[in-house]
């Protein structure tokens, strides 16, 4: 039994003794006890008075992200390869930091989301550089790209030889999301410490949490899978109604609150319809997360026949040097592939 726990547990015995007709000295042993346990929890809890939180990557995603939690109040110091994305959340009030190393030996919670899995281990576990060598022990780190699952597994390894915690967090939503604090946050790791990030997770949506190190990676390609077999859908209907001779928006807007109603349709279609490419979200990282998940099909002896055709779908994108552009670019491929252009009036439908 610790010292200091026998000691009090010796004053309550001799309190007892010397006022047995009285319980005040009890109390206030027990008092004692209480406040050093609320302490302790204290000690442990999230709050922008109590916890240092750093930034890997302010893209397009990351800048809204961090402006919720400067917004609440907490202290951040992010970092960013092209300075200059940093700069808006620099005039908010972030530190900016000149490695992911001197993030994290300036935070206890480091968030990351950046492109591809190489910049997640680049930015991460490089040896020198990396957030995880000037991580404190018990800090946490929270990947929040889509990244591979394996991958995930490797930083909790790393993480837990150094006496601190990884949570893979990947998300959805879209820029708009981000910027609404609106995301669908998808946890893989330590239930306790997942939980214990709740306040942070809120300031940006809603958090799953998922399982064990790398679920919330497959809960996102998953994801990922969905999405891209319903931007086909959509954009294929779109050029249908087209050549039928239908106002398309009037089209979008009668099965928005039909079984056809989904986010890919309402975030994208009359953003379509207007040309805006403007990404959202980039069409060459998307092709990027279907990879992987077609790489965890082969892995799992799976075949998704929808998720094949809508990566090659969306390689003919980058193919043309469209890769830099939205997801709800799609449409230009079928456009192509039809030889139409929803931007010009439709000819009459015979």
């Known amino acids: 039994m610790p010292l200091r726990l026998r000691l009090l547990r010796s004053l309550q015995q001799n309190c007892r003794h010397l006022y047995s007709q009285s319980h005040t ?125 394996s991958l995930a597994v490797e930083i909790a390894s790393a993480a837990a030889s150094k006496g601190c915690h990884s949570i893979d967090a990947p998300v959805s939503g879209g820029d708009r999301g981000a910027k609404n604090g609106t995301l669908a946050i998808f946890a893989g790791g330590d239930g306790p410490v997942v939980q214990r990030l709740n306040p942070l997770f809120s300031l940006m949506g809603k958090v799953n949490y ?29 050029v249908y109604a087209y050549k039928a001779g239908l106002d398309v928006g009037l089209y979008l807007d009668a099965i928005a609150t039909g079984a056809a109603g989904s986010k890919s349709l309402d975030l994208n279609g009359h953003r379509i319809l207007k040309r805006d490419f403007a990404p959202g979200f980039y069409v060459n990282h998307f092709i990027k997360d279907l990879g992987i998940c077609l790489k965890e099909c082969q892995n799992m002896g799976i075949a998704l026949p929808g998720l094949a055709l809508a990566q090659q779908l969306y390689l003919s994108l980058k193919a043309h040097g469209e890769g830099n552009l939205g997801t709800q670019a799609l449409i230009l491929v079928l456009e192509r592939l039809n030889n139409v252009s929803l931007a010009a009036p439709p000819a009459a439908s015979s």
Not at 32 to 51: C, D, G, K, V, Y
Not at 99 to 124: C, E, K, M, N
Not at 227 to 232: F, G, Q, R
Request: glycine share 12%.
């Open 210 to 238: 998922m399982g064990t190190s790398g679920k919330g990676q497959f809960a996102k390609l998953a994801n990922q899978i969905t999405i891209a077999t319903n931007m086909v859908g959509l954009v294929e209907g779109m």
């Open 25 to 149: 000295c009890t109390l206030s042993v027990d008092l004692i006890l209480h406040t050093r346990r609320s302490m302790a929890t204290a000690a442990e809890s999230i709050s922008p008075s109590t916890t240092r939180l750093g930034w890997i990557g302010t893209g397009v995603m990351g800048q809204s992200m961090c402006a919720h939690l400067i917004g609440a109040g907490y202290k951040l110091t992010v970092f960013n390869r092209t300075l200059s994305k940093a700069q808006p959340l620099v005039d908010m009030g972030a530190q900016l930091a000149q490695s992911p190393h001197a993030v994290a030996s300036q935070s206890d919670v480091v968030f990351s989301i950046v492109g591809y899995p190489s910049d997640v281990r680049s930015v991460l576990l490089d040896p020198n550089s990396g957030a995880l060598s000037g991580l404190r022990s018990g800090g946490v780190l929270v990947d929040m790209t889509t990244s591979e699952p």
